[in-house]
């Protein structure tokens, strides 16, 4: 039952964006944790997490993608937070994380100018999004989200459907 709701809930989610193309050139430039990845990987999954340091439910959401990253590292499952529309240097942002009771230890970029919100049209945050394989196959609250979720879209490709 659990994974029929899942499956719903995946449908309604992707609802007039499933499969939307989001190139990794689309990713901010500038880093503050990690590296850009040069191309999204076969059968990997990306979690690309939208914050901001005045947003209370955005810094509340930063420990659930931290278990998340902890939980699936190693599985083909990669986590990047962006601090969206904020114009803090690297440094400031990395301070701040390093400020919190779980400081993230997945890769983080900065996109001052909201360049993400635009390309994707969304308005409140934290917002996510999950990339597999070039394309968007999910979008919403990142405390929605679960491992066995993730996995469960990382593998709907291999298994060649769009949902599990």
């Known amino acids: ?25 689309a990713l901010p430039t500038t880093w503050v944790t990690g590296k850009r990845p040069t191309e999204w990987a076969k059968g990997e999954l990306t979690v690309v997490e939208c914050w901001a340091s005045w947003c209370g439910p955005c810094m509340r959401a930063i420990p659930h993608m931290e ?40 890769a983080m970029a900065a996109d001052p100018e909201g360049a993400l919100r635009k390309r994707l049209g969304f308005q409140g945050i934290p917002f996510a999004f999950v990339v597999r394989e070039g394309e968007i196959v999910w979008r919403g609250h990142p405390a929605k989200l679960t491992a066995d979720d993730l996995r469960a879209l990382r593998d709907a490709k291999q298994a060649g459907s769009n949902a599990p």
């Open 1 to 25: 039952m659990k994974t029929i709701l899942f499956v719903l809930s995946l449908m309604v989610a992707t609802l007039g964006f499933a499969g939307e193309a989001f190139p990794v050139s």
């Open 67 to 106: 278990a998340l990253w902890q939980t699936l590292k190693g599985e083909r499952v990669r986590v990047i937070g962006v601090n969206v529309g904020e114009r803090k240097t690297p440094g400031e942002i990395q301070a701040l994380l390093a400020k919190q009771p779980t400081p993230p230890t997945y």
